[in-house]
């Protein structure tokens, strides 16, 4: 087992070239998450000095494979620009005076190799986003295209257990290459770090990271591109989800949630961010309906909303035993109640989209 202060003082032994004191004393190291025989953390840096700080990055990952018992090591180079100054409006904070007004979208390279990027998100957590995100990916392979999974939701990863899968993935010049399970390419944090483990970062570092896993990662090649990438966003939509957003290409989004008010309240919030980032909605799904929560309330919502329904999910214990071990139902039972509302839901993905 490697011992935290080891990886502490290894980092520190590193010379920061701004001002010349170790990694840590200069704090540049967040996030530091030290367990058994594996370290992660990223080297928040300005954007300014991203290009200068590549060394670093590689002589801290190398110091840190050098410790005695260590075997999988993650240094994620994070980089924001730092905020310019600007002039105080009376009575307002410049919070309050950008709150709700519509932000541009911040222009950022597409994933190489990849032909379409869709966003699956939620206004909330707990309604099954991340299942269904899964399950959609599966049904889109099933369709015989080519298609990676992002879990872009850094607090809470949980595709390596749906996935059944783990371990840190691999590098090959400078790219990640991504695991692959049930015929889709993923990556998630959570192949990073063990899965009780907290990712204790800030809003500018997760964005950051999520971002690079995003385009840094091996999705398709030249001869074999991908044809669509899925991203299971964090749920509500905040900083994270916000930046996110801004950054990142999406060719549509598709929001989850159960019939209930409380959920569909917060869809529409959703729905209100995609609209402000010049991101179409391609739809809503409604999860867990026919059960404690209700039924129909998601589609009266589309109605109202004027986007598409795509479909409805019944609380169905396959789905959360599927999940539970690995094992997406729609890729163990393809002929299942649950693959054929997937597999019309994909249909409607696909046409929306011009796959």
Known sequence: MVERTAVIAALDA????????????????QGLVVADDRAGFALEVDRSQAAAYAPVRDAAEAALKALPGMARVSVILTAEAKPA???????????AVDQGRAKARVATDRPAHVRRVLAVASGKGGVGKSTVALNLAAALAARGLSVGILDADVYGPSLPTMLGISGQPAYEDGAIVPHVAHGLKAMSV??????????????????????Q?????????????????????????????LTLIQKTPLDGAVIVSTPQEVALADARRAHTLFQRVNVPTLGLIENMSGSVFGQGGAKAEAERLSIPFLGDMPLDAALREGGDAGRPPVSVDPLGDIAERFAVIAGRIVAALDL
């Open 85 to 95: 100054a600007a002039p105080r409006t009376a009575g307002l904070s410049k919070a």
């Open 190 to 211: 959570g192949l990073l770090t063990k899965m009780d483990d907290a990712m204790i970062w800030r809003g500018p570092m997760a964005s950051q990271a999520i971002t």
């Open 14 to 29: 590193i010379i920061d070239p701004v001002s010349g004191q170790g990694l840590v004393a200069a704090g540049l190291v």
């Open 213 to 241: 896993m995003l385009t840094q990662t091996r999705w398709g090649t030249e001869e074999a591109p991908l044809d669509v990438l899925v991203v299971d966003l964090p749920p509500g939509t905040g900083d994270v989800q």
